[in-house]
């Protein structure tokens, strides 16, 4: 079985830019989350979606937002980019207590 | 004070060696704790959840002391494959998928 695929793997943006970062969680999961990771950082909290409903919001800007589609896939849009904006964004997925993370979206913004 | 604060490391040890981190929360209604690893440019994994009584697995133990709001990993035994950033996890709030990582240790175990 197919783990949990993001997209793009690597990116590279400018300053003001908009992005947008795709997740496709383990085959019946309903849950996803976000985690921005920054260089020698943990993950941090962005967002939880289950059913298609945002279930948790961690603290960040509205420049950052998510929606979850009925076939739980995700995107997560990050409007007018800043250089600290550069973080590895880490989607995972969830059925019960446990996190299946993906191998990450790597946004550099120059 | 951050909410989960862990061993600055890197911690670097021979094979055979044993290893301990530890890990302290601030949320004293904390109720979920965790274990994850990371490999280098990796997404990080469940290595244990951590349970009140302690909880073992092969060389691995996971310690948890709610009344200091501490939590450790002990290894025992280091591979070369253990070698990796150990972050210590808390859950936050009610929401399944919010988890509070620490900054994580680096473990580098050598030959």
């Known amino acids: 079985d197919a783990g949990v695929t993001q997209s793009p793997t690597h990116l590279i943006k400018t300053r003001g830019q908009h992005v947008t970062l795709r997740c496709s969680p383990i085959?019946?999961?309903?849950?996803v989350s976000w985690y921005q990771q920054v260089l020698g950082q943990g993950p941090q909290f962005i967002f939880q979606y289950y059913e298609k409903e945002e279930r948790g919001r961690g603290n960040f800007p509205d420049r950052f937002s998510a929606r979850q589609f009925p076939n739980y896939s995700s995107e997560l849009n990050v409007n007018a980019l800043l250089l600290g904006d550069s973080a590895l964004y880490l989607c995972?997925?969830?059925?019960?207590?446990?996190?299946?993370f993906g191998e990450g979206s790597r946004l550099t913004v120059l | 004070r951050k909410e989960v604060e862990q061993d600055p490391g890197p911690f670097n040890v021979p094979e055979g060696a044993t290893v301990a981190f530890n890990c302290t929360y601030s949320?004293?209604?904390?109720?979920?704790f965790f274990w994850y690893r990371q490999d280098c440019r990796k997404e990080p994994k469940l290595l244990m959840s951590v349970y009140s009584s302690g909880n073992e697995d092969g060389r691995f133990t996971a310690q948890l002391n709610r009344a200091s709001q501490y939590i450790s990993l002990l290894i025992r035994d280091s591979k070369l494959s253990d070698s990796a950033t150990y972050l210590c996890?808390?859950?936050?709030?009610?929401?399944?998928?919010?988890?509070?990582f620490g900054k994580g240790t680096k473990l580098s175990v050598k030959p």
């Open positions: 085959s019946g999961h309903k849950s």
């Open positions: 949320n004293s209604a904390s109720q979920s």
């Open positions: 996890v808390t859950q936050g709030g009610r929401s399944q998928g919010n988890l509070i």
């Open positions: 995972a997925s969830a059925i019960t207590g446990e996190l299946f």
